[in-house]
T-cell receptor, first 113, second 110 residues
Framework: EAEVAQSPRYKITEKSQAVAFWCDPISGHATLYWYRQILGQGPELLVQFQDESVVDDSQLPKDRFSAERLKGVDSTLKIQPAELGDSAMYLC???????????FGQGTRLTVV | GQNIDQPTEMTATEGAIVQINCTYQ??????LFWYQQHAGEAPTFLSY????GLEEKGRFSSFLSRSKGYSYLLLKELQMKDSASYLC???????????FGKGTRLSVIA
């Protein structure tokens, strides 16, 4: 069964360091999302891609966060510098079209110390 | 802004039926989704409603009333493995990402 792949699964980093997460969506899925989920809360959108283009990054803290999907397939989310408040689960999701359900990866649990 | 409300926690007994409610106030509506999320795992898709009424899928059913901004997820014949968080999410328009509620943590007890 096709899955959204994310790595690493867990990451511990010191504040002010840089950290990067990788996501490989289900093959053929044009839409890719990065969500952040704080423990006990629902996922909140950071950025949405349609192929290689950013559709919505209004909630992305652009002073420290960046995201790219250069070839319209896999994607990288970067944080530089990391802050204590960035500790959360970072979820990647993909969907075959804009108006369908999203399929989530296992997530990267980030702890900033 | 978009507002989606669900109870924070619920407890139910194995073999029983539980209903998890979700109310939403959003600037538009193009579908409501329910996801299940076990602790430390990814959310997995359960159901989708875009028209009023009940959608049934095995032990899980989801209901939507667009005029009331209301949905519920019904779980029958509860099993211990149903202990998880249940996330209600709304698609505000055709090309926008899902907006999630904070989730309802369900505990199934013997």
């Amino acid at each position: 069964e096709a899955e959204v792949a994310q790595s690493p699964r867990y990451k511990i980093t010191e504040k002010s360091q840089a950290v990067a997460f990788w996501c490989d969506p289900i093959s053929g899925h044009a839409t890719l999302y990065w969500y952040r989920q704080i423990l006990g809360q629902g996922p909140e959108l950071l950025v949405q891609f349609q192929d290689e283009s950013v559709v919505d990054d209004s909630q992305l803290p652009k002073d420290r966060f960046s995201a790219e999907r250069l070839k319209g397939v896999d994607s990288t989310l970067k944080i530089q510098p990391a802050e204590l408040g960035d500790s959360a689960m970072y979820l990647c999701a993909s969907s075959p079209a804009l108006n369908t359900e999203a399929f989530f990866g296992q997530g990267t649990r980030l702890t900033v110390v | 802004g978009q507002n989606i409300d669900q109870p924070t926690e619920m407890t139910a007994t194995e073999g029983a039926i539980v209903q998890i409610n979700c109310t939403y106030q959003t600037s538009g509506f193009n579908g409501l989704f329910w996801y299940q999320q076990h602790a430390g795992e990814a959310p997995t898709f359960l159901s989708y409603n875009v028209l009023d009424g009940l959608e049934e899928k095995g032990r899980f059913s989801s209901f939507l009333s667009r005029s009331k901004g209301y949905s519920y997820l019904l779980l029958k014949e509860l099993q211990m493995k149903d202990s998880a968080s249940y996330l209600c999410a709304v698609r505000v328009s055709g090309n926008t990402p899902l907006v999630f509620g904070k989730g309802t943590r369900l505990s199934v007890i013997a």
